[in-house]
């Protein structure tokens, strides 16, 4: 048991994801139920929750979630009651119930607060365009990360609240808001350094720099990070993104749209299987705005198809930027 909580720690620093995480976290359960540990049981249902998001499965996610949900309440322990709710909220997220992800994180901070659940807060925020509700937790994400301890008493956990940061601002540049912090955010995925700790590159940051440097159009280095990426190019980095979704949209940046093609199509088909529609609809807006950039054949009646698609999931899911980012690029493109 020890052994495997190690691993499993060890699995979620280098950020380990895939099938075999989870079938790993399956055997990790199973001991610790054999064992009679609760609170093992409890570290194992969480972190196999995450890794069903991450491979796409939201129904097995659920089931871990509320298996962690009545583990806690029998423990009695106020943060395993507060990471339960911030699982839950981000499950909630990734199939575009807002309303209850909303609800789930304000719980969870009500608890105790808590560096992801402000980011999530913040997310829920800018993907709906409620930019004045967004810009405190915005500014309480900023704080609460300047006030982490140095890098020598944070070691990994510094470098996932990078992550946080950095994909929190990265759906803000996406949804048409530009954070105070963004310079900041920048410099650190460019210099992968912050308060004396070397950033280690992996997929949660990874995917938000490709947002950044498409967003500042920046191609330098581009062709590395999608590169890293391909062999995590089915995997969802939750609630935010699919990451051959943004493997495609950095391929377009750099026109090499037959790879871009090919990602996107990909992503829409693990986005459809997994119910996570708010991704679906930006893959598909992003999809729809290659085919428009590179004009071949019929892309342009394509990218109308795929532009279709996503304004009626975005519409329905009251996802605003996305709306008018759609109505603008068929305004400006004449899609």
Same mark, same amino acid.
């Given at each position: 048991?020890?052994?495997?909580? !190690?691993?499993?720690?060890?699995?979620?620093?280098?950020?380990?994801?895939?099938?075999?995480?989870?079938?790993?976290?399956?055997?990790?359960?199973?001991?610790?139920?054999?064992?009679?540990?609760?609170?093992?049981?409890?570290?194992?249902?969480?972190?196999?929750?995450?890794? &069903?998001?991450?491979?796409?499965?939201?129904?097995? &996610?659920?089931?871990?979630?509320?298996?962690?949900?009545?583990?806690?309440?029998?423990?009695?322990?106020?943060?395993?009651?507060?990471?339960?709710?911030?699982?839950?909220?981000?499950?909630?997220?990734?199939?575009?119930?807002?309303?209850?992800?909303?609800?789930?994180?304000?719980?969870?901070?009500?608890?105790?607060?808590?560096?992801?659940?402000?980011?999530?807060?913040?997310?829920?925020?800018?993907?709906?365009?409620?930019?004045?509700? &967004?810009?405190?937790?915005?500014?309480?994400?900023?704080?609460?990360?300047?006030?982490?301890?140095?890098?020598?008493?944070?070691?990994?956990?510094?470098?996932?609240?990078?992550?946080?940061?950095?994909?929190?601002?990265?759906?803000?540049?996406?949804?048409?808001?530009?954070?105070?912090?963004?310079?900041?955010?920048?410099?650190?995925?460019?210099?992968?350094?912050?308060?004396?700790?070397?950033?280690?590159? !992996?997929?949660?940051?990874?995917?938000?720099?490709?947002?950044?440097?498409?967003?500042?159009?920046?191609?330098?280095?581009?062709?590395?990070?999608?590169?890293?990426?391909?062999?995590?190019?089915?995997?969802?980095? &939750?609630?935010?993104?699919?990451?051959?979704?943004?493997?495609?949209?950095?391929?377009?940046?750099?026109?090499?749209?037959?790879?871009?093609?090919?990602?996107?199509?990909?992503?829409?088909?693990?986005?459809?299987?997994?119910?996570?529609?708010?991704?679906?609809?930006?893959?598909?807006?992003?999809?729809?705005?290659?085919?428009?950039?590179?004009?071949?054949?019929?892309?342009?009646?394509?990218?109308?198809?795929?532009?279709?698609?996503?304004?009626?999931?975005?519409?329905?899911?009251?996802?605003?930027?996305?709306?008018?980012?759609?109505?603008?690029?068929?305004?400006?493109?004449?899609?």
């Amino acid at each position: 048991l020890r052994i495997m909580i !190690n691993s499993n720690e060890v699995d979620l620093t280098t950020q380990q994801y895939g099938v075999e995480a989870v079938e790993k976290g399956q055997r990790y359960i199973e001991i610790a139920k054999q064992a009679g540990n609760r609170l093992a049981e409890a570290e194992a249902q969480i972190q196999t929750t995450w890794n &069903a998001m991450y491979v796409g499965d939201p129904d097995a &996610a659920r089931a871990h979630a509320q298996r962690h949900s009545v583990l806690a309440e029998e423990l009695r322990l106020r943060s395993l009651r507060r990471v339960g709710l911030g699982v839950s909220s981000s499950i909630a997220q990734s199939l575009g119930n807002f309303a209850e992800a909303k609800r789930l994180a304000e719980e969870g901070i009500e608890i105790e607060g808590d560096f992801q659940l402000v980011g999530r807060l913040a997310n829920v925020e800018l993907e709906l365009g409620n930019f004045e509700a &967004a810009e405190p937790w915005l500014e309480r994400l900023e704080t609460a990360f300047h006030e982490m301890p140095g890098a020598q008493e944070a070691g990994a956990v510094a470098g996932q609240s990078v992550a946080v940061l950095a994909r929190t601002c990265a759906r803000a540049l996406r949804c048409g808001l530009t954070p105070e912090f963004t310079d900041e955010a920048r410099r650190i995925m460019d210099e992968r350094t912050w308060n004396g700790l070397t950033i280690p590159e !992996n997929p949660n940051l990874q995917v938000a720099h490709i947002v950044f440097k498409v967003h500042f159009d920046d191609k330098e280095g581009l062709r590395e990070i999608v590169d890293a990426l391909t062999p995590h190019r089915n995997i969802f980095i &939750a609630p935010f993104a699919h990451v051959g979704h943004l493997m495609g949209l950095a391929c377009s940046h750099l026109a090499d749209y037959a790879a871009a093609e090919s990602l996107f199509d990909e992503a829409v088909e693990d986005c459809t299987k997994a119910g996570y529609r708010p991704e679906l609809a930006w893959t598909l807006a992003d999809y729809a705005e290659m085919r428009l950039e590179r004009g071949e054949g019929d892309d342009r009646e394509r990218a109308w198809e795929l532009q279709s698609q996503a304004l009626e999931i975005a519409s329905e899911l009251g996802m605003q930027p996305l709306v008018k980012r759609i109505v603008a690029t068929r305004e400006h493109r004449g899609a």
